[in-house]
C-alpha cells in the first residue's frame, strides 16, 4: 500500500514538473507565428500560426465553441457531399470489430490482477487531475510570462476537451452500454448495449470512454501547437495512450470504447477546434 501511494505521488510530480517544463521550455510564438518565408523555389511556405486563424481569447471562447459544435453535429452533411469518407469507415469498421471482440479480450482484464500497481497510479481520479494540470500549467505559464501562445493553447486545449465532453455524453445517453465492472467476472460481456440503469443521464456508462476522448483531444492540441519541437508530440500521445489504456485495465470501459473515444478527441480537436476558419 504504501509502494502504491509512492507511485501516485510519483506520477502527479511527473505530470506536473513534465508539462509545466514544456510550457517554459517551449518557445512561444515568436518561431510558429513568424512571417511566411520563401522557398529556395520561390514557393510561399504558409506558416503555422495561419492555421488557426479564428479570434481566440476567454471573450470569444463561448462562440468558438458553439461554432465547433455545428461542425460536429452537422458532420453527416458533409458525409452526403462525398467527403471524409475513408477515414470513416474506418473508424467505424475497426470500433466494430472490437465490439465483437470484447466479449473475448475483456474478460481477461476483469479477472486479472496483473496490472494492480499501473492501476493505482492511472486512477480515474489520478488521470482527471492529470488533463486538468496541463491546460493549467500552460494557462498560468503563459500568464507569467506574458506569453500569448503560451495562453491561447490553454484555452484551445479547453475548448476541445469541452466539445469532446458534449459528444461524449450524448453518445452515452444513447446506448447506456454496461461497463465491464457492472459485469461479474464469469458474467456475460456481450450483451452491453442498452442495458444499464446507472442514473438518469447515462452518463455513467461505457460507450464511449470520457477519458480517452478527453485525453486525445487535449494531446492533439498540445502535439499540433509545438509540433516543431519533436519530443512533445510523442509525450502528449504517450500520456494520452496510457491515460486511455488504463481505462481497459481498471475494466472502466472496454477495448472499443476507448479506442472510439480516443479517435473521437483526436478528430475533434484536428478538424474542429483546430480546424482553419
Known amino acids: 500500500m504504501h509502494t502504491h501511494r509512492e507511485l501516485r505521488r510519483w506520477w502527479l510530480r511527473w505530470c506536473c514538473v513534465a508539462w509545466l517544463g514544456i510550457a517554459f521550455v517551449c518557445p512561444s510564438a515568436g518561431a510558429q507565428e513568424a512571417p511566411q518565408t520563401v522557398a529556395a523555389e520561390g514557393t510561399p511556405q504558409k506558416s503555422q500560426a ?12 463561448p462562440k468558438n465553441f458553439l461554432q465547433d459544435q455545428k461542425d460536429i453535429w452537422l458532420f453527416p452533411v458533409q458525409l452526403g457531399k462525398g467527403r471524409h469518407w ?70 484551445l486545449a479547453g475548448e476541445a476537451y469541452a466539445d469532446s465532453a458534449i459528444v461524449d455524453i450524448v453518445m452515452k445517453v444513447s446506448t447506456r452500454r454496461l461497463r465491464p465492472s457492472d459485469i461479474a467476472p464469469n458474467g456475460n460481456f456481450s450483451d452491453t448495449f442498452f442495458s444499464s440503469h446507472k442514473g438518469f443521464s447515462g452518463t455513467s456508462t461505457s460507450f464511449p470512454s470520457g477519458h480517452a476522448a478527453a485525453t486525445f483531444s487535449i494531446a492533439t492540441v498540445f502535439a499540433h501547437r509545438y509540433r516543431q519541437h519533436r519530443w512533445v508530440p510523442w509525450v502528449a500521445y504517450g500520456a494520452a495512450g496510457a491515460i486511455s489504456f488504463s481505462r481497459v485495465t481498471t475494466q472502466a470501459h472496454f477495448p472499443s470504447d476507448v479506442f472510439l473515444g480516443a479517435a473521437l478527441g483526436f478528430t475533434i480537436s484536428e478538424f474542429a477546434v483546430l480546424s482553419p476558419r
Do not use: C, K
Not at 50 to 61: C, H, M
Not at 87 to 106: E, F, R, Y
Open 86 to 155: 475513408v477515414p470513416t469507415i474506418a473508424v467505424t469498421g475497426v470500433t466494430a470489430a472490437l465490439i465483437a471482440a470484447d466479449p473475448h479480450d475483456t474478460p481477461y482484464f476483469r479477472r486479472t490482477q496483473r496490472f494492480e500497481g499501473f492501476n493505482d497510479v492511472f486512477s480515474g481520479r489520478n488521470t482527471s487531475l492529470g488533463m486538468a494540470i496541463v491546460p493549467a500549467a500552460f494557462l498560468v505559464v503563459g500568464r507569467f510570462r506574458h506569453d500569448s501562445y503560451a495562453e491561447h493553447t490553454a484555452l
Open 50 to 61: 495561419a492555421e488557426v486563424d479564428r479570434e481566440i481569447s476567454w471573450q470569444r471562447l
